[in-house]
C-alpha cells in the first residue's frame, strides 16, 4: 500500500479518540481500537502517545527534521527511543496527535501497525553497513521486509503482534535468534531462519527452520510465518496468542519446525514472485585527514568516517538536545541516525569535525557503561505497567554516582516495569521487572532480580530469577555489588565468572 493510502484510516481515529475523551468509549476498548493507530492512551486516560515507526531503525535527516518540528510545534518535552527502534512521542493532547500521525505520512513515516495486533517495527543492528566485522550489510533486507509486512495490517487478523529483526553478526543485538522471526547473518551472505521465540511470560528461543537461505528469498519466509500464525496461533486465549506457545501446542521444537515447513511449501507452490530485488546504496562520502578520539566516536569502516554514539538515560532524550541534533546535521552530507535496541542513538556518516560537533550537542550522553542502561516507559505513563522503571534507572543512576563507583564493575542493566519484557530484562547481565514483595503481610512496590542473560548467538540465555527486592532497596544493593568488584579490580563481566556464589550472597541480603 502506498504511504498516502493510509490517510483513508485517520477520520476513524480521530471520531474515536474524541468519544474516548469525551468519556463515552472506555479505557480498555479504546485500547483496542487505537493499537492499529499506533497510538496509546497513557495511564489516567488524560492524554495519548503515539509511536513512530522507524523501519530497520533508520532515521533519515528528513524524518529526523519533521520529528523535531512536531517537537517543537507541538511542545513535546517527553520522547522515548524503544527497544523496538522506534521513537515515542508523550503527553499528547488529542488535535497533536491527530496532526502529527497525518502530516507523518507526507513524511515517510507511517504510524499505523505501530500497536495492536499486528507486524511490528521490524529491526536492524543500528551500524549495518559502516561496521568494520558485520557479516553483511543486512539493511537493504530488512527495509524491504518492512515495506512487505506493512501489507499484513489490513489482511486476515492474527492471534497477536508479530515482531520480525535482522542481525548482521553473532552480537545479536536485535535478538534475531528468539524473535517471532529472526534472520541471522551467516559469514557467508546469508540468512538461518528462526521462528516461534520470544522474551516476556514463558520466553523462548527461537527455532530454527531453515538453514543459509539467499537473501532474495527472506520473504517467502516472513508470508509462511504469517500463515503458520493464522493456522496455528491462539484466538482463544491473549495471553497464549504470541507464536512461542505454538512450540508447545503443536508437540515441540521440532514438530513446530515440521509445520513451519508445510507453510513455506505452501508458498513456493503457489507460484507467488516474493523475490526481493534491492540495490545496496553505498556510502559515498568521503572523509578527510582529520582524526578524533572518544569513547563515544567509533571508526567506520569508511576510511575518515566516524560516528557518534549517544546514549540518553532512559532513552528518554531532552527535546532541546533532540531538536539542535537535528539542526545540526541537516547540512551534512549522507549523516542520518540509527536507532539501537538499546536505547543509543548513532549518527553515522560523519567527519572528524562534524564527530566533534555533534559529541558535543549529545554531551548529555550516558557516562559509563552502567548508565547505558536499558529501561521501558515505566508505569507512570505505560497503562499495562506495574512499576515505575525509569523512576528506578534514575535513583539507581544518582546512588551509583553519589558513590563514585568506577566505570565497568557494573554492567548495563535492563528494567522492565512489568512481566512483558519491554526493557529486555530476561537478556540482561542484570534484569529487573516490576512485581511486588510482602513484607508483614502487605504487598510493597518491588521489582523481581535476573541474572546472566545473554543475546549474543551461540550463548544466548535467559537470566535466571534471584528474587524479589523492595523498590527501595535496589540502588544499595547495585552499590554494593559495585563496591565489591571494584575491590577486586575486575571488570564485571570478569569478576562473576568467578563470583557468581557471591553475587547470590549479596542478593540474598537484600531479598530476604
Known amino acids: 500500500m502506498d504511504t498516502q493510502e493510509w490517510r483513508q484510516y485517520l477520520p476513524a481515529f480521530r471520531e474515536t479518540t474524541a468519544r474516548f475523551y469525551e468519556g463515552s468509549f472506555s479505557q480498555g476498548d479504546y485500547k483496542k481500537f487505537s493499537g492499529f493507530y499506533g497510538s496509546y492512551a497513557q495511564r489516567g486516560g488524560q492524554a495519548n502517545m503515539l509511536r513512530l515507526r522507524m523501519t530497520a531503525g533508520r532515521v533519515t535527516k528528513e524524518k529526523l527534521a ?91 487478523k492474527m492471534p497477536r503482534k508479530l515482531k520480525v529483526g535482522f542481525s548482521s553478526s553473532a552480537r545479536n543485538v536485535t535478538h534475531a535468534t528468539y524473535r517471532d522471526l529472526g534472520f541471522a547473518a551467516t559469514k557467508e551472505g546469508k540468512f538461518d531462519v528462526y521462528s516461534a521465540g520470544g522474551l516476556g ?52 521444537p521440532e514438530k513446530y519446525a515440521a509445520a513451519y515447513q508445510e507453510k513455506l511449501e505452501e508458498v513456493f507452490a503457489s507460484g507467488e514472485d516474493l523475490h526481493i530485488y534491492v540495490t545496496e546504496q553505498p556510502v559515498t562520502k568521503k572523509g578527510n585527514a582529520g582524526k578524533v578520539s572518544s569513547h563515544r566516536i567509533l571508526q ?15 532513552g528518554m532524550p531532552e527535546a532541546g538536545v533532540f531538536c539542535a541534533l537535528s539542526d545540526a546535521i541537516a547540512g551534512m552530507e549522507e549523516v542520518e541516525l540509527r536507532l539501537s535496541p538499546d536505547e543509543t542513538v548513532y549518527m553515522i556518516n560523519l567527519t572528524a569535525e562534524e564527530a566533534q560537533t555533534v559529541a558535543e550537542i549529545t554531551k548529555d550522553s550516558a557516562a559509563s557503561i552502567f548508565e547505558t542502561s536499558v529501561s521501558c516507559i515505566g508505569a507512570s505513563v505505560c497503562q499495562v505497567g506495574m512499576r515505575d ?44 521487572r516490576g512485581g511486588v514483595k510482602k513484607v508483614d503481610g502487605k504487598p510493597q512496590p518491588a521489582f523481581i532480580l535476573y541474572v546472566n542473560g545473554c543475546e549474543q548467538q551461540g550463548k544466548e540465555a535467559m537470566g535466571r530469577e534471584v528474587g524479589a527486592i523492595l523498590e527501595t532497596r535496589i540502588p544499595p544493593f547495585l552499590v554494593k555489588i559495585g563496591k565489591t568488584v571494584a575491590e577486586s579490580g575486575l571488570t564485571f563481566d570478569a569478576w562473576m565468572e568467578k563470583n557468581t556464589e557471591k553475587f547470590d550472597q549479596i542478593a540474598a541480603e537484600f531479598t530476604s
Open 201 to 252: 511470560t514463558n520466553p523462548r528461543f527461537g527455532v530454527r527452520v531453515a538453514n543459509g537461505i539467499e537473501p532474495e528469498m527472506v520473504l517467502y519466509y516472513i508470508k509462511a510465518m504469517w500463515l503458520t500464525f493464522l493456522a496455528y496461533g491462539n484466538y482463544e486465549s491473549r495471553v497464549k496468542a504470541r507464536t512461542r506457545y505454538m512450540q508447545e501446542a503443536l508437540g515441540g
Open 389 to 432: 522503571s525509569q523512576a528506578l534507572l534514575a535513583s539507581c543512576i544518582k546512588a551509583v554516582r553519589d558513590a563514585h563507583i568506577p566505570d565497568g564493575v557494573l554492567p548495563q542493566i535492563h528494567i522492565s516495569g512489568c512481566p512483558s519484557s519491554c526493557g529486555t530484562h530476561q537478556t540482561g547481565r542484570i534484569g529487573f
Open 300 to 314: 567506520q569502516k569508511q576510511e575518515g568516517l566516524y560516528t557518534v554514539a549517544w546514549h540518553p538515560p532512559g
Open 66 to 156: 519533521f520529528t523535531a518540528d512536531m517537537v517543537k510545534k507541538y511542545q513535546i518535552t517527553r520522547l522515548h527511543f524503544t527497544t523496538c527502534q522506534t521513537i515515542q512521542l508523550h503527553d499528547l493532547q488529542p488535535e497533536a496527535v491527530y496532526q502529527i500521525m497525518e502530516q507523518a505520512l507526507d513524511a515517510g513515516i507511517i504510524t499505523i501497525g505501530g500497536g495492536g495486533d499486528y507486524p511490528r517495527n521490524v529491526m536492524c543492528p543500528p551500524l549495518s553497513g559502516v561496521e568494520e566485522d558485520e557479516y553483511f550489510n543486512v539493511l537493504p533486507w530488512a527495509e524491504a521486509a518492512g515495506e512487505y509486512l506493512m501489507n499484513f495490517i489490513t489482511a486476515e
